[in-house]
Structures are given as C-alpha cells and as structure tokens.
C-alpha cells in the first residue's frame, strides 16, 4: 500500500488590517515555542515585508517563510507568484547571513512574475494604485487570463547556472505532512474581494486561502490574528485622506513607530485604530487569537484615541483604551479565544 503523506493541522497567521501588522514577529515567535513541519507561504509575493528578529539581530524576508530562520522546512504555495531574480537575492542575503537556503522548496504551480510584468506595474499601478511595483498585478491578469507561467515551464527552459536549484526544489502541495505553519502576507482589508477595490492586491489573503496549500478547512486549528493598536496604510486608498499626514499626533506616531515600508521604504499613513474595522476583520477571518501589536509606542506618546461607532473615542490610560477595547472584541467576536497585547517589536508573550 502507498503511505500518503496528510497534513494533520495547520495554524495561519493573518493580517488584520492592511498589512504591516507585525505578522513577521508572530510567526516567529511560534516557531520557538511550537513544533512546525513545514513553515509555508500561501498568497502574494515580494510585495510583503516581514521583519523578523534572530538573537536581536534584523532581518528582512519578501518571500521566504521565517522557517528559514530556525532550519524549519519552508514552502513557497502554488497561489503565490515568483520573481526569480528576487527570490535569488533574498536566498544569497540568506545564505549569505548564515542561514540554510536548501530548506526553501516551491510548488511547480506557481506563478513567475515577468521582468516585464514588473515593468507594467511600474508604469501604471505604482502611480495610479501605489503599488509595490513588484509586477504582481500584471503577473495575477496573465495567470486569470490563463496565459501566465508557472514554475515548471520556467525550470523546463532555464538552463543558467543559479546558487539555488529551482528544479531540484520544486515539491508538490502533495508532499507536505504534519503539522504546518502559514504564513499570511499583506492583511484582510488588502484582500482582493474584501480590500477597498481597486485599493486592493491581487491575492487572496484571508486565511481560508491556507487550503490553496492542498489541505483541507477541517485541518485548520488557530487562526492568529495581527493588528497594531493604531492603523496604518502605504499606498494609496481613498479611505486614508492626504490629510492624516497633517495631524500633529498622528505624524509623531508614525516617528516613534518608525511607520517605514520595509518592502518600499515608503511612509505609512497612520490613523487611530478603527475597532468597528478590527472587528469585522476579527470575524471574517475566524481569528481564534488576536495579537495587538505596539502598545508601547502609544505607551510613551500617551496618545490613547479609538474611532468606534464612527466616533473618536479618548482615554486617560492604556489600561482604560484596553479594557474597554477587550470587552468591545470579546462581546462581538465570537471565534476569539485570547486576546495578546505586545509592547515589543521583537517578541510576543502568548502565556
Ligand atoms: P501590490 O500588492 O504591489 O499590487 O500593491 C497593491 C496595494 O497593496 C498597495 O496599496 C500596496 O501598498 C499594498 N501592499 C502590498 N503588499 C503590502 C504589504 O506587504 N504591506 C503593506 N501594504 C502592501
Ligand atoms: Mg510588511
């Protein structure tokens, strides 16, 4: 008889605004304390940014799970899209830092971004959407339009010399087994059907979207949740007004939150934390815990402001905003387990 090999549970890890939610640290942070098979990517590209820190040193992935950080086995899932010349670069810095790139393994089904892909999205969705400019939204037309290239087409006609095999990496969906960590890029309110379209990435990023790694929703266990006690936004949407950037409190928490693109550089548009949002968020994803990151920064700004309702909401204390802020997603978030505060950007305390 074949031994099949079978996924037996899976947790994601999802971002609940519109990315840059520290979803980075989280999933570090579980990698210490639980055991992981498999460490997997299962929607966009090198548009995300996800900073992580190993023994207090800072490190920047685009596209490589953190597993690559604690020798974990990392997947690249069949919905994400691949730049080669990007993946090479982020797997050299990798190596080049030490750690062990032959862990990284791809699906075979996965979309490859075109250099001219890249060149679309430079010409027409940076200016006009504020993309990433990494060619995803060229590159998501070409596979929905049945047209694009996948992994293995690519490796069929590739014959340069690379520092990281593609085709001796390439691994079906069908070969993971265990328990699996997915890793989530950019956030809920990004999504493709879900985000304030066009405002939007090309990708499915709530969690459901995990099975695209061939498992299916019954081996789903914890669903952990990112959000930052504050809103932030890079690109463009209509739904964070020019004007935010005027705002004298809001301008001194994007400083101390050092509110940075780690993908583009580009600063973030901040806003108080619209709870009305987070909460919808909380239930369309099935969050099971919600971490809440940088605490601290409102911390020692005391700046403790909330938009619930539609109306700006000010407290005296970070003990009173979360108090009251608990209460609110205990009582309209059915799915919701634990709520974890962090006032590090390095770890979380999950006990
Ligand atoms: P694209 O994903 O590069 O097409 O960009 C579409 C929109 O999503 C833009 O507003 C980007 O700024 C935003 N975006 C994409 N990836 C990320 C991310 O990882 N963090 C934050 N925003 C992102
Ligand atoms: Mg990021």
């Known amino acids: ?29 579980l990698l210490k304390t639980n055991k992981y098979d498999w460490v997997c990517r299962y929607s966009g590209g090198s548009n995300a940014g996800h900073t992580i ?24 899932g069949r919905d994400c899209y691949v730049n080669i010349t990007d993946l090479e670069i982020e797997l050299e ?22 250099s001219q892909h890249k060149e679309e999205d430079l010409k027409k969705y940076k200016s006009q959407q504020g993309s990433t400019g990494k060619g995803i939204a ?10 694009g290239i996948n992994l293995k ?45 066009p405002y939007v990435t090309s990708s499915n990023t709530l969690p459901f979207n995990a099975c695209s790694l061939g498992f299916p929703p019954q081996c789903i266990r914890h669903i952990y949740g ?15 007004s020019d004007e935010l950037l005027n705002n004298n409190d809001l301008s001194t928490i994007a400083i101390e939150g050092n509110e940075f693109g780690s993908t583009t550089g580009r600063a973030r ?8 949002k987070l909460i919808q968020a909380i239930n369309i994803t099935g969050t099971t815990h919600v971490i809440i990151s940088k605490l601290d920064v409102l911390e020692k700004l005391k700046l403790f ?21 608990k209460n609110l997603l205990m009582t309209h978030c059915k799915f919701i387990q634990k709520i974890i505060f962090s006032s590090s950007a390095q770890n979380v305390n999950f006990f």
């Open 153 to 197: 087409t690519f490796v069929e006609n590739d014959n340069i010399e690379r520092i990281f095999s593609f085709r001796e990496n390439m691994l079906d969906e069908s070969e993971l087994y265990g328990n699996i960590l997915c890793e989530g890029a950019q956030g809920c309110w990004l999504d493709i059907n879900y985000g304030n379209y």
């Open 53 to 76: 820190y190993v023994n207090g040193e800072k490190y920047t992935t685009h596209i490589v799970p953190a597993g690559v950080f604690y020798g974990v086995n990392c997947y690249i």
């Open 305 to 325: 402001n909330v938009y619930y309702n539609n109306k700006l909401l000010k407290y005296d204390s970070m003990e009173n905003m979360i108090s009251q802020l």
């Open 226 to 240: 990112a959000a930052k006690i504050y809103d932030t936004r890079v690109g463009i949407d209509p739904d964070f």
């Open 93 to 114: 810095y990798l190596q080049n830092n030490g750690f062990d790139i032959s862990v990284v393994k791809i699906s075979p089904m996965a979309h490859i971004i075109t």
């Open 269 to 276: 548009k901040v806003n108080w934390l619209n709870l009305d």
């Open 138 to 147: 060229p590159c998501a037309s070409d596979k929905y339009a049945r047209k």
């Open 1 to 29: 008889m074949v031994i099949v090999k079978q996924v037996e549970k899976a947790d994601v890890v999802c971002g609940l605004a519109w990315g840059d939610e520290a979803k980075g640290k989280i999933v570090s942070e």
